[in-house]
């Protein structure tokens, strides 16, 4: 019998639970779909512990890669044995089966796996978002990343890179310095031993930045804020080390003329043209070799409690990724 993560209660890891489910044939406008490989992303934990408001029991994960096993009577772009990957709600891609209405899919290229693709498709999509739409950014110009050894991180962190940005990275340890570099920083600076904000003003040579993309909130957000220049953009994006408290306008983005923006990849994929343009630009980063994903660990579906450990302890650099038993 198939089986599927799903969680009765919010809480820690241990909420997490291996469950037998009956999986129903696909609506009319459905697939349903053998998982090969599925994501695993920051964004669960947020489902998890109830920080973003879902209805439960419900399952978790919104990326996954597989086979088409089963298409609805109105499906016209998928057909049954295609290889396809999703990143969006319905929650649940941590199962072995599921039903995903069709327009959350899109086909995986030749050359593209399917776990590489489990593992982009909701960071990548992002990443995509963060530099063409949310803040566009220029050749030369240079730009603030934070948790740049992440999963995000390393994607953003190259493709920024490839778009000739000067690209300077925030980590937590020392030893993720090399791998930010690796992944495309000019600079590192490990947040938890130096003030980033002073670094970059001299870095910037007291110019300060245009735009700086935080994905980990609570704790960065006031030297985000120092780091910006008069017009600055602030892209807030995520909350790893906690949500942000209300914003004072007056005293963070009055003073400098700033703009402040909370975006969230839902609002940038919901029209499946955008959508398909977004994911063509990412197969596209990885097929021509500009961004390169090394999958970090693997974990089988039923250590996802040990997956979702790791990750809130900062131990996954990079993507990774939960396999369905055979
Ligand atoms: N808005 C969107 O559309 C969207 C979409 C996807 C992801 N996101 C956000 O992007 C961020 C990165 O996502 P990801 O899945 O790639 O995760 P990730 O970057 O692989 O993991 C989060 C990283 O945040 C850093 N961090 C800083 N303070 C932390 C704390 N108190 N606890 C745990 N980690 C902390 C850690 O890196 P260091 O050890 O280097 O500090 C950690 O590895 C998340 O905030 C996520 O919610 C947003």
Redesign the pocket.
Known sequence: MPKSIIINKHGGPEVLELVDVKISPPGPNHIRIKNLAIGI???DT?HRTGLYPIKLPCGLGMEGAGIVEEVGSKVKNFSKGDRVAYASPPLGSYSDERVIPEKIAVKIPEGVTDKIAASIM??GL?TYYLLYKTYKVSAGETILFH???????QIFCQWAKSLDCKVIG????DS?VDIAKKNGCDFVIN??KESFDKKVLEITENKGLSVVYD???K?TFEKSINCLKPRGMLVS??????SLDPINVKKYIAAKSLFFTR???TNYVSEREEFEESAKALFEQIKFGKVKIKIFKEYALSDARKAHED??A?K???SAILVPNE
């Open positions: 992303n920051f964004i947020y909701t960071k992002t948790a740049a050894a992440g999963g995000v991180g925030t980590v937590g340890s993720k947040y938890n994905g980990v909130g704790d994006f995520g909350n790893s080390s906690g975006p969230a990849l990750l809130e900062r996954i650099i990079g």
